[in-house]
T-cell receptor, first 112, second 114 residues
Framework: GQQLNQSPQSMFIQEGEDVSMNCTSSSIFNTWLWYKQEPGEGPVLLIALYKAGELTSNGRLTAQFGITRKDSFLNISASIPSDVGIYFCAGQDTGANSKLTFGKGITLSVRP | DVKVTQSSRYLVKRTGEKVFLECVQDMDHENMFWYRQDPGLGLRLIYFSYDVKMKEKGDIPEGYSVSREKKERFSLILESASTNQTSMYLC?????????????FGSGTRLTVV
């Protein structure tokens, strides 16, 4: 099945730094979502975006729905150790029962 | 607090055993999904179900089957476990007609086949 493009596979940052991740697709999506998976747990929804160009914040997290509808960005500001985990993007078409298409995820490590 | 509950966090099974992974959700979701997660490969869809007794193959159904006898419960079955099925298994659920809410995931079952 199709997957969204997330790279690199891993990122290493220093505590306090900002980090940016992007997610691209060859297809248009009408909803973009960002999930975080902490070690030993399932993914948890962080932010959902429903409109092209939309910019949404959730605490230190900010995400944007790309104008072309083929990409999305997640920024984490002033990182802290508990930001470690795997960050997945997901895209969804309209339609009553369209499935999510996921990226492979980016593993974020934060050095104290 | 709404949730998706997977019956086991860790399982160790022997090659050739029949393995059942159970998932229960309390959100009255119509859709339920089974994924496996492996390093570098992301989340791969095994099977999904839109309704009771309905099932559809995902991207990697070989070696697996599923059962959905009740709306809240979705079971993944490994008919004859093999070592290449050692993985993290994630169950998820969602509404049929509110796709913008995304999926709710369980905490996962880490299965080791020896």
């Amino acid at each position: 099945g199709q997957q969204l493009n997330q790279s690199p596979q891993s990122m290493f940052i220093q505590e306090g730094e900002d980090v940016s991740m992007n997610c691209t697709s060859s297809s248009i999506f009408n909803t973009w979502l960002w999930y975080k998976q902490e070690p030993g747990e399932g993914p948890v929804l962080l932010i959902a975006l429903y409109k092209a160009g939309e910019l949404t914040s959730n605490g230190r997290l900010t995400a944007q729905f790309g104008i072309t509808r083929k990409d999305s960005f997640l920024n984490i500001s002033a990182s802290i150790p508990s930001d470690v985990g795997i960050y997945f993007c997901a895209g969804q078409d309209t339609g009553a029962n369209s499935k999510l298409t996921f990226g492979k995820g980016i593993t974020l490590s934060v050095r104290p | 607090d709404v949730k998706v509950t997977q019956s086991s966090r860790y399982l160790v099974k022997r090659t050739g055993e029949k393995v059942f992974l159970e998932c229960v959700q309390d959100m009255d979701h119509e859709n339920m999904f089974w994924y496996r997660q492996d390093p570098g490969l992301g989340l791969r869809l095994i099977y999904f179900s839109y309704d009771v007794k309905m099932k559809e193959k995902g991207d990697i159904p070989e070696g697996y089957s599923v059962s959905r006898e009740k709306k809240e419960r979705f079971s993944l079955i490994l008919e004859s476990a093999s070592t290449n099925q050692t993985s993290m298994y994630l169950c998820a659920s969602s509404f049929y007609d509110r796709p913008f809410y995304g999926y709710t995931f369980g905490s996962g079952t880490r299965l080791t086949v020896v």
